[in-house]
């Protein structure tokens, strides 16, 4: 089940194609210093007469800002939004919402394809591949809009096609603008993916629900092998940690193994784990109401896992990667879990549970440990983990903690590349202090208020000496409450990115 809003995406040269005759319901020109000069700028601007190049003197005065033009006679394109462009030096992150309003703009207007000429302009060390495929990316990603549980109100994206205006690709250049293309729109559809998995309702997006859709990926993409666990399963394996998790719930918990191999059969796989709790009460330690409904997005790094996995097998990409879903839903009732029990987790060790609400590294920690068998390269999990996190870097970038440097370096590497930024905390040995207990051989939770985030990781790390690993806290990106509570499919594209570009050997 792979969830692609776009049925294409194209190239095409300028200078062989007339932008007065061009057929598209949305024609966006990206006015920068160099666009009165291209000629096929200025015979569209002869068309209208200097209608454009007025409007754009006359209205257009900050960067990014925006003016949309109706039909103009003589030119075939039903609407032409004229955009500002960014200078070289401006932030990553304005020049990724530029694209976004693009997108938004078009389905607002209910159009069925766009028509995107970016101009020469690129942010500072990118090139013109690079602004193609995060077009692409973009676009796809922001013409989404969920709409599962509606009926009589609901809005499907109206954008279909996406064309992508180039000028003097040929030969060798245009098979890399072509592949950054696909790539772009590719990622695109692994954010779609992480985002409708998050977006569904808990009541209908349950741990076996999502193991139903996770074999239905299966069909779309045949090269991905997945193995599903249930209760009985995991109790084999000696997940008490785990299962400690789901014991209030009246929903199964499920663990899905989603195995990619498309390196060399010799090449060790990078492993993938994801934190899915579908829905998050707190348990017995139960979490104050205000709010609560975002909590069926506690489930954003399994859904992270599904949608690169996605991307991965769109690609045919030559690595081998383990994604593991680890999903349980956490309630409160009789059978629930009770602050101050004690479980043993398939390490053997034993977590005294002094928080139930910190479940997601229990979840984890079984699942950590169960990824071992795999003999990885290198581990990394995502999870939206802790609330510390939104305190310590706000709703920009995840927190990164690790124990291999140069694994870390590679993730932050990686998000200011894709635009899906990351930011490194440390570890050090001495926050281990925090998961010392007298009643067992660890504790879930300790520190008090102090460094919440890296407390969490601290307890994980107790599960990964045994290989090289980092974890990403997701719960300030992974969703956002304003303007309005969504899900954000981060962070497919750092993930994505770190995977294909083949920065971990």
Known sequence: MAYKVLTNISLQDTSTT??????????????????????????????????????????LKEAGSSMLLPKVNDITAENILLVKGLEKDTPMHKWLNMYKVIAKKGNQLSSKDLSVMFGTACPEGKD??????????????????????????????????????????????????????????????GVNTAKYLGDLPANHCTPVIIEKKVKAMTKDFPKLKVKSFNEKDMEKLGMGSFLSVSAGSIEPARMMVIEYK??????????????????????????????????????????????????????????NVVGVMA???????????????????????????????????????????????????????????TGAVVVALGRHASGVMANDQHLADMIISSGEESGDRAWQLPLWDEHQSCTKTSYADLANIGGGREAGTIHA?????????????????????????????????????????????????
């Open 18 to 59: 007339s932008l007065k005759a061009l057929k598209t319901d949305m024609l966006v020109l990206v006015i920068n210093k160099d666009t009165k000069n291209d000629p096929s700028f200025k015979d569209l601007d002869k068309a209208s007469k200097s209608y454009l190049s007025k409007t754009i003197a006359s209205h």
């Open 128 to 189: 013109s591949l690079w602004m193609i495929e995060m077009i692409a990316k973009t676009i796809e990603s922001n013409v989404y809009i969920f709409s599962e549980t509606k009926n009589k109100t609901a809005k499907k994206p109206s954008v279909k096609k996406l064309t992508i205006l180039t000028t003097g690709l040929s030969g060798s250049n245009l098979t890399k603008a072509k592949q950054a293309a696909k790539k772009g729109y590719a990622i695109g559809e």
């Open 262 to 319: 498309g390196g060399k059969p010799s090449e060790k796989p990078i492993a993938l784990v994801g934190k899915g709790v579908t829905f998050d009460t707190g348990g017995v330690s139960i979490k104050p109401s205000p709010g609560m409904d975002e909590m069926k997005w506690d489930m954003c790094g399994a859904a992270t896992v599904f949608g690169v996995m996605s991307t991965l097998a769109r690609l045919d990409a030559n690595v």
């Open 327 to 385: 999903c349980a839903e956490n309630m409160c009732s009789s059978t629930a879990t009770k602050p101050g029990d004690v479980v043993t987790s398939m390490s053997g060790q034993t977590i005294e549970i002094l928080n139930t609400d910190a479940e997601g590294r229990l979840i984890l920690a079984d699942a950590l440990t169960f990824v071992g068998k795999y003999k990885p390269s290198y581990v990394i999990d995502m999870a939206t983990l």
């Open 457 to 505: 990781a601290a307890f994980l790390s107790k599960f990964t000496n045994d290989y090289k690993w980092a974890h990403i806290d997701i719960a300030a990106t992974a969703s956002h409450s304003s303007p309005v509570k969504a899900g954000t499919g981060r962070p497919v594209p750092l993930l994505s990115e770190l995977l294909l570009s083949k920065k971990l050997k």
